[in-house]
């Protein structure tokens, strides 16, 4: 473990603003990510951003207590849900810039998206059968443990 957290290290550069990696690899089943690639990340001022889509639902995944600043999955792996439906965490102290606008949210009668809430993010129609099949996934998946 540890000459891999050192070699994470020199792979950072001057311009480095995050790291990311894959949590696991459904191909071998090997768990790749770590908590002290978040910690390195964390320690270099870095965003950690880990990709989940192959571990969720089989591992535990605590964001605070792996140091993931950011993670995506997808719903329909072993969460089980319906495909065409994924999620991205961001944690809090995380402020998204718009760099493309298009559509207006929640909002019709304004040009532009606020973004200062979190409905503010859900522009365009939810995939609420999507939406349905996970809740109904997940309370499985505890329900069964």
Known sequence: MRRVLKKLTHLIRPNTTMVIINHGSNVTGELIYKQGYGGI????????FV??????????ISVETDNIDIMAFSCHKSLLGFTGVGAL????????????????GIRSESDEIDLLEESDYETGTINMPGLLSLNYSLEFIENNQ
Do not use: R
């Open 41 to 48: 990340a964390h320690k270099y001022k870095l965003f950690m």
């Open 51 to 60: 990709d989940s889509s192959q571990a969720i639902g089989n591992v535990e």
């Open 89 to 104: 965490y961001f944690n809090n102290d995380i402020k998204i810039n718009q760099i493309i606008t298009g559509g207006t």
